[in-house]
């Protein structure tokens, strides 16, 4: 399974997400998923986009911390979907929890 992971430009990436840790998250999707191929696309963003997607795809005028868009394999050229995760959410619940940032993002992501 491939990740590709992007920072959407309205948001800054914090410290302990640079590099992303692609290879961790993917190791655990794959344990998730085991024996899946393909691609997923993992994309941090802000409220506002988070905002705009929820109102778009579930009529909900609010943020949420994730969305994910899953896609049939074959008909997409091998992609499984689209995951957004609003950094700012993810921030907020890592404070709630006292854990780091990049913890909470790679939780909302798998």
């Not at 024996?35 to 705009?52: N, P």
């Amino acid at each position: 399974m491939r990740i590709r992971v992007r920072f959407h430009p309205s948001v800054a990436p914090p410290a302990d997400l640079e590099p992303f840790p692609g290879g961790r998250l993917a190791r655990l999707l794959e344990s998730e998923w085991v024996g899946v191929e393909g691609e997923i696309h993992c994309v941090l963003t802000g409220d506002a986009e988070l905002t705009d997607l929820n109102h778009r795809f579930r009529g909900i005028d609010a943020p949420t911390d994730v969305l994910a868009f899953p896609y049939d394999p074959e008909a997409a050229g091998g992609s499984l979907g689209d995951v957004y995760v609003s950094l700012a959410r993810a921030e907020a619940q890592a404070g709630e929890r006292a854990e780091p940032v990049a913890r909470e993002v790679i939780r909302l992501f798998v």
